[in-house]
């Protein structure tokens, strides 16, 4: 039964992973490399380095090490798949339960803390949540 749901999860967010995806197999030619990795039961497809470097670290809202699309984890370079791999794993989770759902809902919390004069990053309960999960101090900027 497990099975199943890991199925309908990624199925759920498949139309944000498949552009997540392209986008990785678009800059492969700039040495963007890739793997699929599980962590714990939750699998994705992990992508680090070459173009992805220079789109983490020219975000709207700041630099990152990694972000989640889907089942698809982008991260600057290999070495951060360990400090952060729990966070953006929990990501892929939040995913799996949300599916293509997750990114409106993901603004629409981050506006809502805004307006209520809280951190729209840091008090983002899906972000609170992932740091949860993760080895990485949960630290306000």
Not at 33 to 43: K, M, Q, S
Not at 101 to 130: C, I, K, M, T
């Amino acid at each position: 039964m497990n099975k199943v749901f890991s199925v309908l999860g990624m199925l759920w967010a498949l139309p944000i992973s498949a552009l997540a995806f392209v986008l990785v197999l678009l800059l492969r030619p700039t040495g963007t490399r890739w793997a699929i990795l599980r962590y714990g039961n939750t699998p994705a497809l992990v992508a680090w380095g070459g173009g992805l470097n220079f789109i983490l670290s020219h975000l709207p809202f700041g630099a990152a090490s990694g972000m989640t699309l889907g089942h698809v984890v982008w991260f600057t370079h290999r070495w951060a798949v360990r400090p952060i791999g729990a966070h953006e794993f929990a990501h892929v989770r939040q995913y799996a339960c949300w599916g293509v759902f997750f990114l409106p809902a993901y603004f629409l919390e981050s506006a809502w803390q805004w307006l209520r004069g809280r951190h729209y990053y840091w008090d983002n309960r899906f972000e609170v949540a992932a740091y949860r999960c993760g080895r990485e101090r949960f630290c306000r900027r």
